[in-house]
T-cell receptor, first 109, second 117 residues
């Protein structure tokens, strides 16, 4: 079983729509959770950390469900510039990070 | 924010030659850096953990004699792909954290697209 699994998508949505997707992780001892964004042929960049109580950053909302071992990301009022691959990233508590394969989102005009 | 610089961004080499990729932390000291490999539409796969002043720790299935890692200073780690073959063609990317807290942000280099012909 993969450490982090994501629906690869693609999610094709019109501008202004809301899109949401999840990822699941296998290590119940995982301590830190992140969403990274990766544009085509570029390096990943941190979108937001995910906290136990859930957190919001502008149009982006992240939720963590430790009992079910999944993390979600919701994008409201999507923009063309939100088109990217979103990587779910989990850390067991040391330096290492485990990456999902990414969920591709395409926002169309 | 902290910046990690990776060089070169793209390299094409002949089969059998070696390629060196550099990863530098520009405004922080990184005792540990990470090297990943990414195939198209796949997740980043950790290859090895580069430790300043000591041997790298390789993930299972990664040949240490094939992928030589040197972390000679607190700001520089290098990955050398030795005797490269077409199957080594991939996107290689390094990462470092400014502090050891697992909740801290990981910064990535720009990545190196290696093509072996």
């Amino acid at each position: 079983r993969k450490e982090v699994e994501q629906d690869p998508g693609p999610f094709n949505v019109p501008e202004g729509a809301t899109v949401a997707f999840n990822c699941t992780y296998s290590n119940s001892a995982s301590q830190s959770f992140f969403w990274y964004r990766q544009d085509c042929r570029k390096e990943p960049k941190l979108l937001m950390s995910v906290y136990s109580s859930g957190n919001e950053d502008g149009r982006f909302t992240a939720q963590l469900n430790r009992a079910s071992q999944y993390i979600s990301l919701l994008i409201r009022d999507s923009k063309l510039s939100d088109s990217a691959t979103y990587l779910c990233v989990v850390s067991p508590g040391d330096y290492k990070l485990s990456f999902g394969a990414g969920t591709t989102v395409t926002v169309r005009a | 924010g902290a910046v990690v610089s990776q060089h070169p961004s793209r390299v094409i080499c002949k089969s059998g030659t070696s390629v060196k990729i550099e990863c530098r932390s520009l405004d922080f000291q990184a005792t540990t850096m990470f090297w990943y490999r990414q195939f198209p539409k796949k997740s980043l796969m950790l290859m090895a953990t580069s430790n300043e002043g000591s041997k790298a720790t390789y993930e299972q299935g990664v040949e240490k004699d094939k992928f030589l890692i040197n972390h000679a200073s607190l700001t520089l780690s290098t990955l050398t792909v030795t005797s490269a073959h077409p199957e080594d063609s991939s996107f290689y990317i390094c990462s470092a954290r400014a502090n050891p807290d697992s909740a801290s942000e990981a910064f990535f280099g720009q990545g190196t697209r290696l093509t072996v012909v």
